[in-house]
């Protein structure tokens, strides 16, 4: 009985699973985005944020734990480097999941998975969303005033040389 077993096998046994969440982990670490179906990329999140979080602090110890996962030393290098450094203040979820659709050969449901910081087509599209037509017609106003004082300035200092000839 399958009793309180509540992750995806995806039809592999323990080492096969083991060895392909690896070297998914690797390709999403070094690529920061990888293309794969929709169970590989949850159970790929399950797998690699707990490895993220051990990467942010910066120990011998941390780094043979990530080792044993994912036997890459380029992948540690980048993921303790890189990576660790960019969600450093993040307290969790470093992988966003964007469903694709259906594969057109088997209809298997496509997702890609990423790493949130490094996405920097939503950082482009949050920065455009902070600008508001409210905030643009605030903007001449500001610049307005202080081209009035400096108006209001000169003549000022213009009167006191006339009076002085």
């Not at 592999?12 to 998914?24: G, Y």
């Not at 490895?51 to 303790?80: M, N």
């Amino acid at each position: 009985m399958r009793h309180n077993k509540k992750f995806n096998h995806l039809g592999r046994t323990h080492s096969h699973r083991a060895a392909m969440l690896s070297n998914m982990a690797t390709s999403l670490i070094m690529h920061k985005r990888i293309t794969t179906t929709l169970p590989k990329a949850k159970a790929l999140r399950v797998y690699v944020e707990p490895l993220i979080t051990k990467a942010k602090e910066d120990s011998t110890a941390s780094r043979r734990v990530v080792f044993s996962y994912l036997q890459d030393k380029f992948a540690i290098k980048e993921l303790f480097g890189t990576v660790a450094q960019k969600v450093g203040d993040r307290p969790g979820g470093y992988t966003r999941i964007i469903k694709l659709g259906k594969r057109a050969n088997d209809d298997a449901d496509m997702a890609f998975i990423e790493l949130v910081d490094f996405d920097e087509n939503m950082a482009k599209t949050e920065a455009k969303k902070t600008r508001t037509r409210r905030s643009r017609k605030s903007a001449p106003k500001a610049e307005a005033a202080p081209v009035a004082e400096t108006a209001a300035e000169t003549p000022a200092e213009e009167a006191p040389a006339k009076t002085e000839e």
